[in-house]
């Protein structure tokens, strides 16, 4: 990623299911080791594709075993769509230079960017 600007950094991290490599790359980079707002978009999106994996992983099967009242396998998609719009939404914020933090998972993620300066 050495060419790469800060925001493009943070945009790829937010791209739906690939997301996840950019991120780590920033998160391992000795480039952005001090640029916190990267790290912390890195974060974010990271922990954005561990929820789609929770609720692909977890919650969907659990619709398919019996469980799978119609609520359930429309809070499942209600889920995906959710996590698929806050990657949507995360790319327009980060490209118009906008810090946003998403519920609960800006806050592990701003979390998980303190601990790592300390």
């Known amino acids: ?63 398919d075993f019996g469980y799978g009242y119609p609520f359930h396998r429309l809070a499942t998609h209600g889920l995906q769509l959710l996590i698929f719009a806050a990657w949507i939404i995360m790319i327009i914020k980060v490209s118009h230079d906008e810090n946003y933090k998403l519920p609960i998972i800006g806050e592990l993620a701003e979390r998980s960017v303190s601990e790592q300066r300390s």
Request: hydrophobic share 55%.
């Open 1 to 63: 990623m050495g060419n790469v600007s800060n925001r493009h950094a943070a945009l790829l991290c937010y791209i739906p299911m690939v997301g996840w490599i950019a991120a780590i790359v920033v998160l391992a980079s000795e480039r952005f080791r001090r640029e916190t707002q990267v790290r912390f978009h890195a974060f974010q999106g990271l922990y954005l594709f561990v929820a789609w994996l929770i609720v692909d992983w977890v919650v969907s099967p659990l619709s």
